[in-house]
Structures are given as structure tokens and as C-alpha cells.
């Protein structure tokens, strides 16, 4: 339900040369941070941890999913205005 | 000479019954979610939201967060008995029986909805029923219980009332409103896991997988740290959108770095003595990050 794109624009304060630089700063932040989540949670799932395969996958989907939305919320965001 | 009646029940006096009933929506974390309701009402506003549709969305919002708490209280109270910091909340001391406590959430649900759709709007209606299913549904009876990212996952639920807020004022979400919703998601893992560490072993006690409870202590405190980097990043992401400025970014990064700080000093010192400042100051941190939103520094 994204309905349109109407970021309330702070007068003079969000021309593209900021807006890039928030984006290298959430990038910076967000990457790193990101990439050692999904190691941590796939070697949880080697190690055999969480009971059967099943479940073993449903772990993996849940922490996937917050990593996805994170993906997708930066492209929208970068693509917004 | 003095008497004792003997075999008569104390009299109940209606303000702690009162009290009890006002103990089973968790008034504190509500006032939390709160804020951010209202912070995401005056970005959509762009300024002074409607006085009337602000209070009655705090006020629906309320009813709602509180209703699902309540059956929260109803649905954990055989754990809740199993853990120091519950044992003496009003369903599991035997002062509010279960089925009131559940009715009591239900009422509070159904007043919710009804206030919001017919004073505000049904998006807005629809958002606060959507958190609370979320709340009880999915967090409490499915999650929570079941897998160590319950609270990752479950957090969505508490994501919820900046949506609510900004349905509220504008009708309709937009991709700020949905970036308000990502801030609380983001926070919520290292802001409960800090918590979760304090009681480790009330958790262990009672089974749920909670973090800390079935990884341990170090692989907490890295998640904590990992979590909070990402979430000062989605921070800055209404900079990225367009929806905030530059004033609003310094603050953003002034926010976090502290957060930053004591996430990166639990990770490092042994033993968890960070892991209540990381608690309180999360609480700060949320509170201020949408003041600031709100003012739109």
C-alpha cells in the first residue's frame, strides 16, 4: 500500500548531493552489519541448530526477511524523489 | 484487646482493581508506541496535525496497543508464573482471572476499532486491528515460543502505530510512513535483546528461545551491535527518500553514535553490564528520533 510518493521536502535541505551522501551512509552502516547477520544465521543453520530441516529453514526464511525488506526500503528510498 | 477476623477475605478496594486492569495494558510500553504515533502524525501533518483527530487516534491507539496486551497477559500466564520479573503481574497473582483478562482485551480491541473508523478513519482502524493480531497472533502464539527470531520477526507488531499515525492524518501510506514503520522494526531487536540479557535466566526457566536464552551471552551482544548498526542506517533513510533534511541527519547520527558506542562496549566488555544502559538509552533514542522527525530539524 505505498500510496504515492510525497515526502514532505525540508526547504533547501535534500538536494541529490545530500540525499547521496545519507545513501553512503546508510549503505556504510547497513552492508557490513547486514552481511555479518545473514553469515551468522546461515551458520547457525549448518551447525544443525533449531531441530529438524524444517524448522532449520523457516530459521533461515525469518532471517531472511528482515534483510530483504531492508534491501527493498533502500531502493525505494532512493528512488522516491 | 486486639481481634483478628479470621476466615474473611480482604476487602478489595476498586482503585487496585482499577489499577490491575490499567497493569494488564503495560501503560509504559504503550506510552512508548505512543510517541511514535504521534511523531509520524505531525511528519504527515507536515506540522500541527487536527487536534481532535490526534487525540482520538492516541486515544484508539491506546485502547488497542493496551487490548492486546491484556490478552497478552491472558495467553503468557502460565510463563509469566515461571519468571521473576511477571511473577506478580495481576493474571498470574490471581487478582484478575484469566477469562476477565481476555474479555477485558477484547473489549478494548473492539473499542479501538470502532473509535478509530468512525472518528478517524478505517485505514487507520484497520492498521491498529492489523497490530494488534500482529501482537497476539503472530508474536505471542506463534513466535515467541517457537524460534529465536521471535522478537525480529514479532517486532513488526510494535512497528505498527507510525503507520496508524500517519493513516490517521493523511487517509492513506505512503513510502515515509512505511520508513517511520522500518525505524521501529530496526530498533526493536537490540532495544529487547538488551533486556532479554538482564533476564536470560527468567527465559531459560520458562522455555522461550529467546536470544540470549539459547545462543548465550556473546552471540547476543554481537547480534545487539549488528542490529544497531542497521538501524542507525534505516534511520537516515527518510534523508535518502527525500522526506528529511540535513538537520534531520545530523540528529540522526547524533542519536545513534551513543547507541553505536554502548552496543560496540557490551559486544567488547565481558559480563553483561551494558546491557541496561543499552536498554534505557534505546528507550531515549526512539523518543527523540521521532521529536525530531516531528519538528523536522
Given amino acids: 500500500m505505498l500510496a504515492g510518493h510525497e515526502p514532505r521536502v525540508v526547504p533547501g535541505a535534500v538536494g541529490v548531493s545530500a540525499r547521496a551522501l545519507a545513501l553512503a551512509l546508510a549503505l556504510a552502516l547497513i552492508v557490513p552489519a547486514a552481511v555479518a547477520i545473514a553469515a551468522s544465521a546461515r551458520r547457525l543453520a549448518r551447525a544443525g541448530a533449531g531441530g529438524s530441516a524444517a524448522a532449520r529453514r523457516l530459521d533461515l526464511l525469518y532471517a531472511a526477511a528482515p534483510l530483504a525488506l531492508l534491501a527493498a526500503l533502500i531502493a525505494l528510498a532512493w528512488t522516491a524523489a | 484487646m486486639a481481634t483478628r477476623a479470621v476466615g474473611v477475605a480482604p476487602a478489595v478496594r476498586p482503585w487496585s482493581v482499577a489499577a490491575d486492569y490499567a497493569r ?44 492486546a496486551n491484556a490478552i497478552n497477559h491472558y495467553i503468557d500466564r502460565d510463563i509469566d508464573g515461571l519468571m521473576s520479573r511477571t511473577t506478580g503481574r495481576p493474571v498470574v497473582a490471581g487478582r484478575v482471572a484469566p477469562a476477565r483478562a481476555l474479555a477485558f482485551g477484547a473489549l478494548l480491541g473492539g473499542a479501538s476499532a470502532i473509535l478509530l473508523g468512525t472518528l478517524v478513519n478505517w485505514l487507520a482502524a484497520g492498521l491498529a486491528m492489523a497490530g494488534l493480531v500482529l501482537y497476539v497472533g503472530v508474536y505471542t502464539l506463534w513466535l515467541k515460543r ?122 567488547r566488555d565481558a559480563g553483561i553490564a551494558w546491557a541496561r544502559p543499552v536498554f534505557s538509552y534505546s528507550l531515549i533514542y526512539l523518543a527523540l528520533l521521532f521529536v525530531a522527525l516531528s519538528v523536522g530539524v
Avoid: C
Fill in chain 2, 146 to 267: 517457537s524460534t529465536t527470531h521471535n522478537i525480529v520477526i514479532g517486532g513488526a507488531a510494535g512497528a505498527v502505530p507510525p503507520l496508524v499515525g500517519w493513516a490517521a492524518v493523511t487517509g492513506e501510506l505512503s513510502l515515509t510512513a512505511w520508513l517511520l514503520f522500518a525505524i521501529v522494526f530496526y530498533w526493536t531487536p537490540p532495544h529487547f535483546w538488551a533486556l532479554a540479557l538482564v533476564l536470560r535466566t527468567d527465559y531459560q526457566a520458562a522455555g522461550v528461545p529467546m536470544l540470549p536464552a539459547v545462543r548465550g551471552e556473546a552471540a547476543t551482544k554481537r547480534q545487539i551491535l549488528l542490529w544497531t548498526l542497521v538501524m542507525v542506517g534505516v534511520s537516515v533513510l527518510p534523508v535518502v527518500s527525500g522526506a528529511a533534511g540535513l538537520g534531520y541527519l545530523a540528529v540522526a547520527l547524533a542519536l545513534g553514535a551513543p547507541f553505536v558506542a554502548m552496543a560496540a562496549r557490551l559486544d
Fill in chain 2, 24 to 67: 494488564l495494558t503495560k501503560p509504559r510500553v504503550v506510552s512508548l508506541l505512543l510517541v511514535t504515533t504521534a511523531g509520524a502524525m505531525f511528519v504527515a501533518a507536515a506540522g500541527l496535525p487536527d487536534a481532535w483527530v490526534f487525540f482520538w487516534t492516541l486515544a484508539g491507539g491506546y485502547l488497542a496497543a493496551g487490548g
